[in-house]
Nanobody, 124 residues
Framework: QLQASGGGLAQAGGSLRVSCVASGRNADRYGWGWFRQRSGKEREFVSAASWSGATTYYADSVKGRFTISIDGAKNTAYLQMNSLEPEDTAVYYC???????????????????WGQGTQVTVSS
């Protein structure tokens, strides 16, 4: 089970952070992903971290602006979003893979657990 929080409203150029807490067995061994879904669009990959936290992945559209981090002790993933743009407006979803998963982390089917989504709105 994943519980997402954070998000909200920001102005262009501003920052927001979203968080996602996992519960259950082996939660400290999950790979983590963040996806977003803009109005009328398909859900798209944003960022991911391997289960060890050693490798991170970013979509080109957010590279250099967003940072994913994992707190293993708290079974929590964070997505720090800086230099926000109106195009970042979307519902953001966290996702967790099976324990010890190895893969691209960029595809929705690679994840077994999904959070409920949290709205991020960026005004121009």
């Amino acid at each position: 089970q994943l519980q997402a929080s954070g998000g909200g409203l920001a102005q262009a150029g501003g920052s927001l952070r979203v968080s996602c807490v996992a519960s259950g067995r082996n939660a400290d061994r999950y790979g983590w992903g963040w996806f977003r879904q803009r109005s009328g669009k398909e859900r798209e990959f944003v960022s991911a971290a391997s289960w060890s936290g050693a490798t991170t992945y970013y979509a080109d559209s957010v590279k250099g602006r967003f940072t994913i981090s994992i707190d293993g002790a708290k079974n929590t993933a964070y997505l720090q979003m800086n230099s926000l743009e109106p195009e970042d407006t979307a519902v953001y979803y966290c996702a967790a893979s099976t324990p010890y998963y190895s893969g691209s982390y960029s595809l929705t089917y690679e994840y077994d657990h999904w959070g409920q989504g949290t709205q991020v709105t960026v005004s121009s």
